[in-house]
């Protein structure tokens, strides 16, 4: 039972981490149509923002975790105005291919240029909370629960701006029907930008969350950019609910067979699934053809 009980936590562990990069994965996608494949180095930038303020400037731990959620909406923001409004305003009909070609070269240029100002060396993950909690033979990192806690409360931030504010009605307008949000006043524009922000953010944050368990290298964030895409084919592209479902299910699928099978068996599994979900279900689990909900 013991091991059982440590193969759920890591489950769980993985599937918070997976559900906040698929949730600013699934934000974007739901608003604008971009699959933004600098998504990772935005996780990378996070990391390495909060171990530059805490290690580097000796600054208290909260600042980390600031710095790291600020550095990863600049960033979004910063794509947007000088990436994707440009290929959006030059030619929109093409916009979904150019903007995945443009990403990854803006991918590719911040992970070198992380890769030259740290170099090739891993680092830890100054914040982080050491320690363990114990009950009956099981035992529960602390580091763990602030993963698991923290993702969820992210999620429910996240979902609670969707639902009861005006930026958070604007995106999920413009994510519906554009045209139509623009004759109703809702400046598309600054939908944008906001989405790209605020999915920077949730990136910053899981860097942050990711090296806390790992360690900080330049391809940091190229592991879970790839879990989140899988997630999201198997939800269905721009399904933020069903993106954290598949999350959270597919990770613990992942554990189990880890631990059953080896860690080289669990991403061939998860491939194997999402093979299988696009054959039976080629929009994904709780997508819409045609349709893009958010």
Partial sequence: MDLIGSVVVAGLTT?????????????????????????????????????????RLGLPMPLGVLASCVTGAAAGAVIYLSVARPLLARAPETFETTI??????????????ILLVFGGQPFGQPVQIAGTLGAGGFTLPNQNLLIMVTAVL???????????????????????????????GVPSGRVYLLALALSGGLAGICGLLVSSITQLSPTLGADPMLKAFIMCVVAGLGSIPGGIVASFGLALI??????????????????????LVLIVRPSGLFGRNQVRRL
């Fill in 100 to 113: 995945m070609i443009a990403t990854f070269g803006v991918a590719v240029a911040l992970e070198n240029a």
């Fill in 154 to 184: 992210l999620m429910l931030a996240i979902a609670a701006f969707l639902k009861q504010t005006k930026g958070g009605r604007a995106i999920r307008a413009v994510a519906q029907n554009r045209e139509a949000a623009e004759l109703l």
């Fill in 254 to 275: 992942e554990s189990f067979v880890q631990y059953q099978f080896g860690a080289r068996w669990g991403f061939p599994v998860l491939l194997g699934i999402v093979i």
């Fill in 15 to 55: 599937g918070a981490l997976y559900a906040l990069a698929t949730l600013g994965l699934s934000l974007v996608w739901g608003a604008l149509g971009m699959l933004n494949m600098a998504h990772g180095a935005m996780l990378t930038l996070g990391g390495y923002s909060a171990f530059v303020i805490v290690t």
